[in-house]
């Protein structure tokens, strides 16, 4: 699907179903209802931090035995197409596509959710599927978004820390203030937005509740 920005007139092509848009070049958020672009008077801006991520942009996983991150059972590095080629290296683990950063601050410091495709892997992973990357101090969790509803009022958001819930328990309930985004998502988006949270653990796996905007997005590991 192909959109035009009303503040600068450069063209989009997005996928289908997706509900905000940041415009690449001018930075004006734009929302899409009833496949029409809606005007919000609003930009984002988000300030770079050194990272192998970016919107936009193509990334493969490796093994790395070394490092601390996980996928797919196994320890993992991200690394650029750039840095795959310099490398020379033939095998990969899966192939992402990064089409939308969120980033979130509270008194504990920021972290980024990168919204990926994994494009090409080795497990048979559902392409449609819809996965975010948390990336906070250096560490990453992937998890797929598993549901995404509009209602805010989910029962977890009542529990405490430390209950039981699903077979999960609960690690941490927290807010966090929308600092900005970049990118497209299947969800409205507003930087001016608090997002509630709440982390899940189980044996050998996570869980997030998440609030953003008018909907509740439950994200599982894989």
Not at 3 to 11: D, K
Not at 17 to 38: A, F, P, T, W
Not at 120 to 138: A, L, Q, S, T, Y
């Amino acid at each position: 699907m192909e959109i035009t920005c009303p503040s600068c007139g450069a063209r989009h092509n997005i996928q289908a179903g997706m509900l905000s848009v940041v415009c690449e070049y001018c930075n004006n958020i734009m929302k899409i209802e009833r496949d029409e672009v809606v005007e919000t008077g609003q930009k984002s801006f988000i300030l770079p931090f050194p990272t192998v991520f970016d919107v936009g942009k193509y990334f493969y996983v490796i093994e790395n035995k070394k490092s601390n991150d996980k996928l797919f059972g196994k320890n993992v590095e991200y690394i650029s197409d750039k840095e795959l080629y310099e490398r020379k290296l033939k095998d990969y683990i899966a192939k992402l596509y990064v089409y939308g950063q969120i980033r979130y601050t509270n008194d504990g410091g920021f972290w980024d959710d990168w919204f990926v495709r994994i494009l090409e892997n080795k497990k048979d992973i559902d392409r449609n599927k819809n996965f975010v990357i948390k990336e906070n101090e250096g560490l990453i969790n992937i998890q797929y978004i598993s549901k995404i509803q509009e209602d805010i009022n989910h029962e977890i958001f009542s529990k405490s820390v430390g209950l039981s819930y699903n077979g999960y328990f609960i690690q941490e309930i927290g807010t966090a203030s929308i600092e900005g985004f970049k990118g497209d998502f299947p969800f409205f988006v507003d930087n001016q937005d608090n997002s509630k949270y709440v982390d899940l653990v189980a044996q050998n796996t996570t869980a997030e509740y998440k609030i953003i905007g008018n909907n509740t997005l439950f994200l599982q590991g894989i």
